[in-house]
């Protein structure tokens, strides 16, 4: 039996990247998908190459969410995927002193918003059902201060901590729902191609950009989904709180020296 036969799982920030990877890791595993995205022509290629049941879905919309409620009433994994980092349409400024309002806003409304929004649907949705497992992504962004994206950084810390506090809200409650959180580094995803661009330099950039990270590599979203897997999975059943790092020992202390 596949780990997760059986079960139905809504990804959201699904059409690509590690919303991707997580969708096609849980549908190998034996999962009924249900894949959503704001970008409607991305999702619905997507649904088309994987078979899994397409969304429309803006996280930070209220009534979106509800709309899903009423179309999934019932499910058994939600993972809180969908995320911006304020610079899709170009460099603005995200530092504590030059930031403005709307910008800082816009991010917390699809990171933070959009996570407490999918927590409080997947409670109503898994109460019901043998067991459930909310599993929110946040950022090693969301451990650490990042200067030049203020508000990426708090919208991550933001989702370590209410993962916490969703846990401890359903075990109190006696739900049998848990809820822990991931927190990648630098994942080799659509939204680094900006930075490393196509030119003969690419391999030189890219080793710039880990130069920090103990593995000296880029990690995977695939990498990512295999963590995914195991949370949502039976085998996970005692965790419930936790927080998953994902950095090639990024965090785990000062910078490596290799033969030191």
Same mark, same amino acid.
């Not at 803006?58 to 980092?85: F, H, M, R, S, Y």
């Not at 401890?168 to 848990?178: D, T, V």
């Not at 195991?230 to 990024?250: C, P």
């Given at each position: 039996?596949?780990?997760?036969?059986?079960?139905?799982?809504?990804v959201?920030?699904?059409a690509?990247?590690?919303?991707?990877?997580?969708?096609?890791?849980f549908i +190998?595993?034996?999962? +009924?998908?249900?894949?959503?995205?704001?970008?409607?022509?991305?999702?619905?290629a997507?649904?088309?190459?994987?078979?899994c049941?397409?969304v429309? *879905?803006?996280?930070g919309?209220e009534k979106?969410?509800?709309?899903?409620?009423?179309?999934?009433?019932?499910i058994d994994?939600?993972?809180?995927?969908?995320g911006?980092t304020?610079?899709? +349409?170009?460099?603005?400024?995200?530092?504590?002193?030059?930031?403005n309002l709307?910008?800082?806003?816009?991010?917390h409304?699809?990171n *933070? $918003?959009?996570?407490? !929004?999918?927590?409080?649907y997947?409670?109503?949705?898994?109460q019901?059902?043998?067991?459930?497992?909310?599993?929110?992504?946040?950022?090693?962004?969301?451990?650490?201060?990042i200067?030049?994206?203020?508000a990426?950084?708090a919208?991550?810390?933001?989702v370590?901590?209410?993962?916490?506090?969703?846990a401890?809200y359903?075990?109190?409650?006696?739900?049998?729902?848990r809820?822990?959180?991931?927190?990648p580094?630098?994942?080799l995803?659509?939204?680094?191609?900006?930075?490393l661009?196509?030119?003969p $330099?690419r $391999?030189?950039?890219?080793?710039? *950009?880990?130069a920090d990270?103990?593995?000296?590599?880029?990690?995977?979203?695939?990498?990512?989904?295999a963590?995914?897997?195991? !949370?949502?999975?039976?085998?996970?059943?005692?965790?419930t709180?936790a927080? *998953?790092?994902? $950095?090639?020992?990024?965090?785990?202390g000062?910078?490596?020296?290799?033969?030191?």
């Amino acid at each position: 039996m596949k780990r997760l036969e059986n079960k139905t799982c809504v990804v959201t920030g699904a059409a690509r990247g590690i919303g991707a990877a997580i969708c096609r890791a849980f549908i +190998n595993e034996g999962a +009924n998908v249900i894949a959503t995205d704001c970008d409607e022509t991305a999702l619905q290629a997507f649904a088309r190459e994987t078979k899994c049941t397409p969304v429309h *879905l803006d996280v930070g919309c209220e009534k979106g969410w509800q709309k899903l409620a009423k179309a999934a009433p019932e499910i058994d994994v939600l993972v809180n995927n969908a995320g911006i980092t304020g610079f899709e +349409n170009g460099v603005v400024a995200h530092d504590p002193e030059h930031a403005n309002l709307a910008d800082w806003q816009a991010v917390h409304r699809v990171n *933070l $918003d959009g996570t407490f !929004l999918g927590c409080r649907y997947a409670i109503g949705a898994m109460q019901n059902r043998p067991s459930g497992s909310i599993i929110n992504i946040s950022s090693r962004s969301g451990m650490v201060g990042i200067p030049l994206a203020a508000a990426y950084a708090a919208s991550k810390a933001a989702v370590r901590n209410h993962s916490k506090t969703v846990a401890l809200y359903c075990a109190q409650k006696g739900y049998n729902i848990r809820c822990n959180s991931i927190h990648p580094a630098a994942i080799l995803t659509p939204m680094w191609e900006p930075m490393l661009g196509t030119g003969p $330099d690419r $391999d030189t950039r890219m080793a710039a *950009l880990v130069a920090d990270t103990p593995a000296k590599r880029f990690g995977t979203p695939a990498e990512v989904a295999a963590v995914a897997v195991m !949370l949502a999975s039976d085998e996970a059943a005692y965790m419930t709180g936790a927080e *998953l790092t994902i $950095d090639g020992g990024l965090l785990a202390g000062s910078a490596a020296v290799p033969g030191a």
